[in-house]
């Protein structure tokens, strides 16, 4: 461990224990305190494994407050731990605020690597992940879930969403009414634990194979949700505006001409679109 007061980001199992690593549990041992997003639940997993060090709570709705008081404790030459619940730290769980004030207050902040739900389902769902987005948890209401949605349905990277049993299945109806029942998705379930379950379908498919056993709609969830392959005629959202714009000030063929030339896009078929729009 480093000699100057350090503030860690200790990742922690998210289901079998046996995934912490060497150095996680050195950390825990020797730091002065341990940060917890819940000081009840970290416990079990500290008595486990025989670890006595003094804990205290910081979440969502203590973080910015608690944040000075940890500084204090650095400024005083006490090193920290950070844990979440489960998994890495600041990935969908407490931790921004904190870490932001204690660089800024330049105290050093030091990352172990560890477990995390999002890159342990990636590695298994068999979709693209040479690029990917991480887009935590969708909206709990269902407009902002379809809102949200709308402006991801032509994102080409694969998509990883965090989603609870409550809300999966009306989460991929909302999928299937925005990108189509056809679009691929992997289901990744209580993952390192006893009943893992990863199953890839279409998404029409998926939410009728959920549908068949309330079991297959429990457990912590990762949902992921292949990225939108463009057609090689498909018009993007800044094409359609330009083209739009253009045919209100000039001929359609003259605005579909200037937009080919813009886009790369063939003419005729732009001229095609403005055609079937009214344009």
Known sequence: MESTATLYIVPTPIGNLADITQRALTVL??????????????????????????????????????????IGRLEQGQSIALVSDAGTPLISDPGYHL????????????????PCAATTALC?????????????????????????????AREPRTMIFYESPRRVLDTIADIIEVMGPDRPLVL??????????????????????????????????????????????????????????LAKELPLKRAAALTAEIFGHKKNALYKYGLEQGW
């Open 99 to 114: 870490v932001t004030q204690v660089r800024e207050a330049g105290h050093p902040v030091v990352p172990l690597p560890g």
């Open 124 to 152: 298994a769902a068999g979709l693209p992940s040479d690029r990917f987005s991480f887009e935590g948890f969708l909206p709990a209401k269902g407009k902002g879930r379809l809102d949200r949605l709308g402006v991801l």
């Open 188 to 245: 990744a379930r209580e993952l390192t634990k006893t009943f893992e379950t990863i199953e890839g379908r279409p998404a029409a498919d998926l939410l009728a194979w959920l549908k068949e056993d309330d079991n297959r709609t429990r457990g912590e969830m990762v949902l992921m949700v292949h990225g939108h392959k463009a057609q090689e005629d498909e018009l993007d959202g800044q094409t359609v505006k330009t083209l739009k714009l």
């Open 29 to 70: 041992e020797q730091v002065d305190l341990i940060a917890c997003e819940d000081t009840r639940h970290s416990g079990k997993l500290l008595s486990h494994f025989g670890i006595g060090t003094k804990t205290v709570a910081i979440h969502d709705h203590n973080e910015r407050q608690r944040a000075q008081w940890v």
